[in-house]
């Protein structure tokens, strides 16, 4: 990223590509890109391993050739001599400065004055230019795109990966410790037994499950649809485009909270650095702004979905996870709302609860569609309706990929062959679904695709749920089979061991290397004297 796009876009790489302000203008007398960073605003700031440690990067520039801008491209510069590690004549590189964590990776900045590198230098994949100066234009200017659409898959992976660690912690912490009565004169219970920590933990447990299920699921795709682009098929790019860039913000905004959410479940020993879980937190949290700050993602979304809105209105047919905005059709011959028509929903039927958010879905898209053409319809620019409806086009975006994360939730149950497996993950699927139907019961009572009464029936069936999930939630975040040293846990330890290290650890602390500080002969001894 450069400073520009963090002003514009909260600090993030990649959300206003075409508005970075580095070039790369090819000279073809000596076969050579000159690479310079114009203003402040173009300084390259962010990329991990930048500041000290790397001696290349690559490099994202708008590209002139032959007097024209052909937009964004990217280019190998070596930025440090390789003996002497020096930055090269016209590279101003070095460190940003302490972050909120990864205190360990030297996130740098990096400035070109007038750098020149070889034409083999730019990655011509897909765009080339030739000796001459003449520019080859690819397929599609999409894949451009590509990497950054690869490592947003990456992130729904991490996603799932950061909240089961943090679920992990939590929940063996909560099968440890003991506290209060439930009854009098008996026996302190485990936490995990009261029904408030199992509220705030196992929703937590099928959301990671759930994201586990769809960042696989994401991973596969992307593998098949880039061997398609090889093939010259770009047909699936614009929706694998969509679909990363709102699982990847969806995910992560959720992981990232719930992970707090863990924290907190575990009480004051939470915050120690030993619970391992403040460290998963200033670790996972940048991915909200890095890669695509996540509203801006969600906005990106919503471009895919009202353009699907827009075609479906036309009398086109939608494909993909999309494809539900095809019964919009049906309002010409009885107009209503999607969401408007009868959906029988079963509350203990995952399939049932797909439906539902499918509606839910369907809704919110029509709705933001509709509210942007009215905000056109008052003469407003594309821009101004755009940013005028952009709340319910979040939100839109938000439903569409709850909808598409229960979905393939509820498919992945069919391909379980074990019953009793089976059985426990459709207990999570339920638990994940149903949890989601009570945080947004304003969408359904108001699509009218649930009741008031099947709402009251929704709240009781998640309490069910804690008590059935229960017995297995150790055995549960035990299957991801985090291992100690991975895990980086006292709290989260396997053996349960948890206050005996807990004290070993705290023996550690630089603190203690000395029974008196240095700081009492300082400061300390001096005051008591003049007392």
């Keep these: 990223m450069e400073l520009q796009t963090q002003r514009r876009s909260t600090g993030l790489k990649g959300t206003h590509l075409r508005g970075l302000e580095t070039t790369a203008t090819y000279d073809p007398a000596t076969q050579e890109f000159i690479l310079n960073s114009p203003t402040v605003t173009s300084i390259k700031w962010w990329p991990g391993g930048l500041g000290k440690t790397s001696n290349h990067a690559i490099v994202l520039a708008q590209l002139y050739t032959q007097g024209q801008c052909k937009g964004l491209h990217a280019f190998i510069v070596p930025i440090r001599q390789l003996g002497t590690h020096e930055p090269l004549p016209g590279i101003t590189v070095g460190d940003i400065g302490p972050k909120f964590g990864y205190d360990e990776m030297d996130n740098g900045y990096l400035k070109m004055d007038n750098f020149r590198i070889p034409r083999e230098n730019m990655l011509m994949k897909y765009a080339q230019v030739e000796p001459d100066g003449t520019y080859v234009k690819p397929l599609s200017d999409k894949l451009t795109y590509g990497t950054m659409v690869f490592i947003r898959s990456l ?7 950061s909240l089961s660690r943090a679920c992990t912690i939590a929940i063996r912490y909560s099968a440890v410790r003991h506290q209060s009565e439930l009854k009098p004169g008996e026996p302190e219970p485990q936490i995990l037994d009261y029904q408030t920590q199992q509220y705030k933990l196992f929703p937590l447990l099928a959301t990671a499950y759930a994201f586990h299920f769809v960042g696989a699921y994401i991973k596969d795709t992307y593998r098949r649809i880039s061997g398609d682009i090889n093939e010259g098929d770009l047909s699936e790019l614009p929706e694998l485009h969509a679909l990363t860039a709102g699982l990847k913000a969806f995910t992560s905004w959720t992981a990232n909270a719930g992970i707090e959410e863990c924290r907190m479940a575990c009480g004051g020993h939470g915050y120690s650095r030993c619970s391992g879980i403040p460290d998963i937190y200033v670790t996972f949290t940048p991915s909200c702004t890095y890669e695509g700050e996540n509203t801006v993602m969600m906005l990106q979304t919503a471009r895919f979905l009202v353009k699907s809105y827009t075609q479906v209105s036309s009398g086109q047919r939608v494909t993909g996870m999309v494809s539900y905005l095809n019964d919009l059709s049906r ?4 107009p209503q709302h999607v969401a408007a028509r009868t959906v029988t929903v079963r509350l203990n039927d995952p399939v049932s609860l797909v439906e539902a958010y499918k509606a839910r879905a369907a809704w919110l898209v029509e709705a933001a569609a509709k509210n942007l053409e009215a905000e056109l319809n008052h003469r407003r620019s594309k821009e101004d309706a755009w940013n005028k409806t952009s709340v319910d086009l979040v939100q839109a975006s938000e439903a569409h990929c709850h909808y598409v994360i229960v979905k393939l939730f509820t498919a992945k149950l069919a391909e379980i062959s074990n019953a009793a497996v089976r059985a426990v993950l459709t207990e999570l699927c339920l638990l994940y679904a149903l949890c989601g139907i009570s945080k947004n019961t304003g969408d359904f009572l108001q699509a009218g695709i ?4 099947q709402i009251t029936q929704v709240k009781q069936r998640v309490k069910e749920l804690l008590a059935v999930i229960r017995p297995n939630a150790v055995a549960l975040v035990d299957s991801f089979d985090f291992h100690d040293s991975h895990l980086g846990s006292v709290l989260g330890r396997y053996d349960g061991n948890v206050y005996e290290n807990m004290f070993e650890w705290a023996k550690k602390s630089p603190l203690n290397k000395t029974e008196v ?11 008591q004297a003049k007392l």
């Design 517 to 527: 500080h240095e700081s009492f002969h300082k400061h300390l001894k001096p005051m």
């Design 155 to 161: 992130i729904v992976g991490d996603s799932a990966r």
């Design 331 to 334: 309002q010409r011959i009885q």
């Design 450 to 453: 649930l009741t008031d009464a």
